[in-house]
């Protein structure tokens, strides 16, 4: 994997670092680096698939998403921080997961990326979700629907409903 010629850490977060570095042609690259996150399609037995509306301050809008969050645990797998994120902000527990795939949100300033899970629900939320969060269920197909009429403005939200869709019912 190509190097910089040099990078030096320009400030540092809770989440994410900004890195200035050299290449080769690129001169003063800024860089972001950021905790890899995780997305999760949850479907439940009745055939909904349940979203997650959040206000997102950068966008300056609430947006409807698939449930995710960042792998910020200190050896937390994917897997397990899948199932983590899906109860804390749906209060569904998840009965299985099937790997979807994965990408890079923003791979032209920012190394994160996500993977994304497929998971079939109980059919009843055990828990709330997260301040902050309205849940909304609606039919898996419809979803679908949305998705690819481009009318989810979230990339991965927008990829793992494509993504489930091609995966056999639960």
């Known amino acids: 994997m190509p190097e910089p010629l040099g990078a030096r850490r320009a400030w540092e977060g809770r989440w ?8 080769p042609g690129l001169e003063g690259y800024e ?14 037995p009745d055939g909904d698939v349940v979203l997650v509306r959040q206000f997102r301050p950068p ?9 995710a969050g960042l792998l910020d645990i200190e050896g937390e797998d994917a897997t ?5 994120e899906l109860f804390e902000e749906t209060g569904f527990r998840a009965e299985g997961l099937t790997f979807l795939g994965g990408t890079f949100l923003s791979p ?7 993977h994304l899970f497929l998971a079939r629900t109980m059919p009843h939320p055990e828990g709330e979700p997260e301040a902050g ?11 679908v629907a949305a ?3 481009g009318r989810f403005r979230n990339a991965s939200t927008a990829l ?3 993504l489930a869709a091609a995966q056999p019912p639960p």
């Open 108 to 114: 032209g300033f920012t190394d994160e990326y996500m």
């Open 160 to 162: 793992g409903l494509l």
């Open 80 to 84: 397990t921080c899948a199932e983590r």
């Open 31 to 44: 860089t972001v680096r950021k905790h890899h996150a995780v997305g999760i399609v949850p479907r439940t």
């Open 16 to 23: 994410l670092s900004v890195w200035l570095e050299d290449w």
């Open 133 to 143: 969060i309205e849940v909304v269920r609606m039919p898996f197909d419809a979803a």
């Open 59 to 67: 966008v300056r809008d609430a947006l409807t998403e698939i449930p």
């Open 147 to 149: 998705a690819r009429a």
